[in-house]
C-alpha cells in the first residue's frame, strides 16, 4: 500500500527528471553543433540517411492524404454548392495542419525508429564507450549531425508532402469530378497566405523535428545495452514522438492562429 | 604481499616515471554495492600487467577507473603521473590520446570498414595527409595481420578477426598505456593463441605499458610480468608468477582460483537453506 503511493507520488518527479535530462541533452547537442558544422560531408551523409530516405513514404502519403481530402471536401462542399472552393481548402488544410503533423508522425516511424535502433546498437556493442575512450566526444560526433540533419529535413518534406497533397487534391477535383482547372488554383491562391499559412506550417514542421529527433536520439543514445533495452528505446521513440506531436501541435495552433 | 605505501601521493613507491597507472586506496561504489575496496596498484611501466579475478569482481569496473570513464568514490588514480579525476574534459581527452583500449566484443564502429575504423583516431586527432593516414593504418593492420580484410566490415569479420582489427585501433594513436578488457573471451584455441602474441609482441615491439583485465588465468600466466589476483573487490594476492604461485600454496583462495577448483572458499552453490527444508518443506517453511 505504501510503497504503490510513493510510486504514485514519485512518478511526476520522475517526469520532471526525464524532462530535465532531455533538455540537458538537447543543452548538450546544440554545444555540439558548431563543430558538427565543421564536417559539412558528415551532415550531408546525415541528411541523406535521416530524411532522403524518408522521400518516398512522404510522397506516397501526401499523395493519399491529397485525394481523400479531395474526395471528401468535394462531395461536403457540392451540397453547398461551394465546390470552388475546394482549393483552397485542401491547400489551408494542409499546409496549416496535416502536412506538418502527418509528415512528423510518418518521420518518427520512419527515421525515428531508425535512428533510435542505430544509438542503441552503438550503446549496446559498447561503440560510444569506445569513442570516449579514443577522445572522440560521440555527441558532437555522432548525435549532433543526426539532429541537425532532422530538423533541416522536417521542413522540406513537410513542403513535399503539401505540394503532393495539393497535387491529390487537384486531381480529384479537377481530373475526376470535372472542376474547371483555373477555378482550382485561382481559389487556392486567392485563399493561401505566405506568412501565416506556409511559414507558420513551417515553423510548426521545425518543432516537430526538433522534438522527434530529440526523442529519438535521446532514448537511442540512453538505451539499456541489452535487446530489451534497444526494443523499448526504439518504441519509446515512436509513442513519446507522437504524443509530443499531437500536444505540441494543439498549443501552436492556439497560439499561431489566433 | 607487499603494499604500496599510501602516504604522501604519487611520488611513493617506485620511481614515479616507471610507473604507468597507480591507484591509491582506490573504492567503487555503484548503486549503493562497494564494487571495488581500498585498491593499492602499481602497473609498472614497459611492462605486461594481468589484473585477474572471478566474473563479477570488478575488473572491468577496474578499467573504467583507468579510463577515466568512473571516478573512484574514494582514493586516488594516477594515470602517467596524472590525477585522472581532477583533470577537466580537454585534459581528461588529451590523456586518453595516449591510451588506447580494447573492449570485450572490439566496439568496431558497425558503420565503418575496417580500414575506416583504424583510421578513425588518426582522422580525429590529427590532420596526417590522406596518404600519410594510408601507410600508418595498413601498417597496423599488417602487425594484428588482417593487412587484407581492410575493405570488409566488422559483420564480416569473425570474433577474432574483430578483436584483432579492434587492436589495431587501439594502437594506431602509438599510446603509451593499453587497456585490454577480457581480450580472450569468446575466442576459439587459434584466435586466443593470435591475441595473446599480439599483446606480448605489441607491447614488446612498440614499447607499451599494457593492462590486461581477465580470467583465464594459464593464458595471463604465459603472457604477463605482473599479476593482481581481485576477489570481491579485493586484491588478495599480487607479484610475478613465481610469488603467486607462492602465495597459492599459503592461500586456498588464490588456489582456488588459479587451479580452477569447483568448490573451496568461492562455494559452488549460491547461498541457500537446507536441501532438506526445500524438497520436503515446500511453501510454508
New interface residues.
Given amino acids: 500500500m505504501k510503497s504503490t503511493l510513493s510510486e504514485i507520488g514519485s512518478s511526476p518527479f520522475q517526469a520532471v527528471a526525464t524532462l530535465g535530462a532531455v533538455g540537458l541533452f538537447l543543452v548538450r547537442i546544440l554545444g555540439a553543433i558548431p563543430r558538427a558544422l565543421a564536417r559539412p560531408r558528415a551532415l550531408v551523409e546525415q541528411i541523406f540517411v535521416v530524411g532522403a530516405v524518408s522521400t518516398n513514404l512522404i510522397l506516397v502519403g501526401g499523395l493519399f492524404v491529397g485525394l481523400v481530402m479531395g474526395l471528401q471536401f468535394y462531395t461536403a462542399l457540392a451540397r453547398f454548392g461551394a465546390t470552388s472552393a475546394l482549393g483552397g481548402l485542401v491547400a489551408l488544410s494542409l499546409l496549416r495542419e496535416l502536412s506538418p503533423v502527418v509528415t512528423a508522425l510518418l518521420y518518427a516511424g520512419r527515421a525515428g525508429t531508425s535512428l533510435a535502433s542505430e544509438l542503441g546498437l552503438m550503446r549496446a556493442t559498447e561503440q560510444f564507450k569506445a569513442m570516449e575512450v579514443m577522445a572522440v566526444d560521440p555527441v558532437e560526433r555522432v548525435v549532433a549531425p543526426r539532429f541537425l540533419a532532422g530538423v533541416i529535413s522536417v521542413p522540406l518534406l513537410t513542403a513535399l508532402f503539401s505540394a503532393v497533397g495539393i497535387l491529390g487534391g487537384y486531381l480529384i477535383g479537377v481530373r475526376l469530378m470535372g472542376l474547371d482547372p483555373g477555378v482550382f488554383w485561382n481559389n487556392l491562391r486567392a485563399s493561401v497566405r505566405f506568412r501565416q499559412d506556409f511559414l507558420n506550417g513551417e515553423f510548426k514542421a521545425l518543432v516537430f523535428g526538433i522534438l522527434c529527433t530529440l526523442v529519438a536520439l535521446y532514448e537511442g543514445y540512453h538505451s539499456d545495452p541489452t535487446a530489451e533495452g534497444l526494443g523499448r528505446a526504439t518504441t519509446r521513440s515512436v509513442v513519446i514522438a507522437s504524443l509530443a506531436v499531437l500536444s505540441c501541435d494543439y498549443l501552436m495552433t492556439a497560439f499561431l492562429y489566433r | 604481499m607487499t603494499k604500496t605505501p599510501r602516504a604522501g601521493g604519487p611520488p611513493s613507491g617506485p620511481a614515479n616515471d616507471e610507473v604507468a597507472v597507480r591507484l591509491i586506496g582506490a573504492s567503487l561504489r555503484r548503486g549503493g554495492r562497494e564494487i571495488l575496496r581500498d585498491l593499492d596498484l602499481v602497473v609498472p611501466r614497459g611492462r605486461i600487467t594481468a589484473v585477474m579475478g572471478p566474473s563479477g569482481t570488478g575488473k572491468t569496473s577496474l578499467l573504467s577507473l583507468v579510463?577515466g570513464?568512473l571516478a573512484p568514490s574514494k582514493g586516488q588514480v594516477f594515470v602517467e603521473g596524472q590525477d585522472i579525476n581532477t583533470l577537466d574534459r580537454r585534459r581528461?581527452?588529451?590523456l586518453?590520446?595516449r591510451?588506447?583500449?580494447l573492449?570485450?566484443?572490439g566496439?568496431?564502429?558497425?558503420d565503418l570498414s575496417v580500414f575506416d575504423n583504424v583510421a578513425?583516431?588518426l582522422r580525429?586527432?590529427t590532420r596526417l595527409p590522406e596518404a600519410l593516414v594510408r601507410v600508418i593504418v595498413l601498417l597496423k593492420l599488417e602487425a594484428v595481420g588482417l593487412r587484407g580484410a581492410a575493405d570488409l566490415y566488422p559483420s564480416e569479420l569473425s570474433g577474432g578477426m574483430a578483436r584483432r582489427a579492434a587492436l589495431a585501433r587501439a594502437v594506431v594513436m602509438d599510446p603509451a598505456v593499453v587497456?585490454y578488457d577480457e581480450p580472450l573471451t569468446g575466442l576459439d584455441p587459434i584466435s586466443m593463441g593470435v591475441i595473446l602474441r599480439l599483446i606480448r609482441d605489441l607491447n614488446h615491439t612498440l614499447g607499451l605499458t599494457s593492462v590486461v583485465v581477465s580470467h583465464d588465468v594459464q593464458e595471463m600466466l604465459s603472457v604477463a610480468d605482473h599479476f593482481y589476483v581481485l576477489a570481491d573487490g579485493r586484491l588478495i594476492a599480487q607479484g610475478d608468477r613465481e610469488s603467486l604461485r607462492a602465495q597459492a600454496a599459503a592461500s586456498p583462495w588464490v588456489r582456488q582460483f588459479l587451479e580452477g577448483e569447483a568448490d573451496g572458499p568461492v562455494p559452488f552453490h549460491y547461498p541457500a537453506r537446507p536441501l532438506w527444508d526445500d524438497l520436503l518443506g515446500g511453501e510454508a517453511a
Fill in positions: 579510463s570513464e581528461l581527452y588529451a586518453r590520446r591510451m588506447g583500449m573492449f570485450q566484443e566496439a568496431l564502429f558497425t578513425f583516431p580525429e586527432h587497456l
